[in-house]
């Protein structure tokens, strides 16, 4: 079973840039795809990305597609989530998660603690 912790997020202007980190611990890793989700309060979890357990594949949703990159080090236990030109619209607390298949639906066996990501205008 693998354990998941998160770091990174905080507050950030429009256009800005973030990178959340997802530690991972215990046994295999590089046995599960990882994908990030976000959640807004009153509003449901929502997928953004994920990527595969050897990180050749990656998958994102409509909403972060061109903007956000998914990767990981299975060497260092970590994956990582790169959030470019952000805007107000992406506040939420953002999630890592672990799953068999990186297109799961919906997608989470395992989850991070979750982080804040404030984007002001």
């Known amino acids: 079973q693998v354990q998941l912790v998160q770091s990174g997020g905080g507050l950030v202007q429009a256009g800005g840039s973030l990178r959340l980190s997802c530690a991972a611990s215990g046994r295999g890793f590089s046995n599960y795809a990882i994908g990030w989700l976000r959640q807004v309060p009153g509003k449901e979890r929502e997928f953004l990305a994920s990527v595969s357990w050897s990180g050749a594949g990656t998958f994102y949703s409509d909403a972060v597609k061109g903007r956000f990159v998914v990767s990981r080090d299975n060497a260092k236990n970590m994956a990582y989530l790169q959030m470019n030109n952000l805007k107000p619209e992406d506040s939420a607390v953002y999630y890592c998660?672990?799953?068999?298949?990186?297109?799961?639906?919906?997608?989470?066996?395992?989850w991070g603690q979750g982080t804040q990501v404030t984007v002001s205008s």
């Open positions: 998660a672990a799953d068999l298949n990186m297109k799961t639906t919906p997608f989470g066996h395992t």
